[in-house]
T-cell receptor, first 114, second 113 residues
Framework: EAQVTQNPRYLITVTGKKLTVTCSQN?????MSWYRQDPGLGLRQIYY???????DKGDVPEGYKVSRKEKRNFPLILESPSPNQTSLYFC?????????????FGPGTRLTVT | GENVEQHPSTLSVQEGDSAVIKCTYS??????FPWYKQELGKRPQLIID???NVGEKKDQRIAVTLNKTAKHFSLHITETQPEDSAVYFC????????????WGAGTKLIIKP
């Protein structure tokens, strides 16, 4: 089954404790992206990747890191989480190395930083 | 850079009536405009998209119209049903920005029985 998976789905952590949210897709997509969703603000892009070893900042990259060592995986790293990073996070992937085609979203990760 | 505004933020319509959600964009070079639907607790999913070389696209009860001169595009849902209740997001993108999607803030559509 074609899908985008994220883990964990829910995470409660404390300020400053490093964490990683994994994202994996099995559709051989070149393009992958991370978004955060906050009430009234819609979806804001954090980072995106056009292909392996190619990543770029989105609209709200501060406090986040990503890596793309393999085509199927695109982990999101919070080195020192803060309460303002409490949010719902979505990973997405798309074919053809662009977002010009349908983006397939993962199920979301709800992160709470206390 | 591109900015996308979406209105209204909440829309309540009677079942069977039509619903229209409108988005305006600022960058005249934008050329791809998708609409995503997000049901409560679920992930966003693409429902329809349009490219700038066409003015309208239909898929059963949903349609999208694009006015490039006025820089706005709209989602039209006819004969609304309870399963249409969701949050709808519009977005805009241009080919020379690495196809980065700029999203509207979303519209919560409520279908009243």
């Amino acid at each position: 089954e074609a899908q985008v998976t994220q883990n964990p789905r829910y995470l409660i952590t404390v300020t400053g404790k490093k964490l990683t949210v994994t994202c994996s897709q099995n559709m051989n997509h070149e393009y992958m992206s991370w978004y955060r969703q906050d009430p009234g603000l819609g979806l804001r892009q954090i980072y995106y990747s056009m292909n392996v070893e190619v990543t770029d900042k989105g609209d709200v990259p501060e406090g986040y890191k990503v890596s793309r060592k393999e085509k199927r995986n695109f982990p999101l790293i919070l080195e020192s989480p803060s309460p303002n990073q409490t949010s719902l996070y979505f990973c997405a992937s798309s074919s053809a190395g662009t977002a010009f085609y349908e983006q397939y979203f993962g199920p979301g990760t709800r992160l709470t930083v206390t | 850079g591109e900015n996308v505004e979406q209105h209204p933020s909440t829309l309540s319509v009677q079942e069977g009536d039509s619903a229209v959600i409108k988005c305006t964009y600022s960058d005249s070079a934008s050329n791809y405009f998708p609409w995503y639907k997000q049901e409560l607790g679920k992930r966003p999913q693409l429902i329809i998209d349009i490219r700038s070389n066409v003015g309208e696209k239909k898929d059963q009860r949903i349609a999208v119209t694009l006015n490039k001169t006025a820089k706005h595009f709209s989602l039209h849902i006819t004969e609304t049903q309870p399963e249409d209740s969701a949050v709808y997001f519009c977005a805009a993108s241009r080919w020379d920005s690495n196809y980065q999607l700029i999203w509207g803030a979303g519209t919560k559509l409520i279908i009243k029985p």
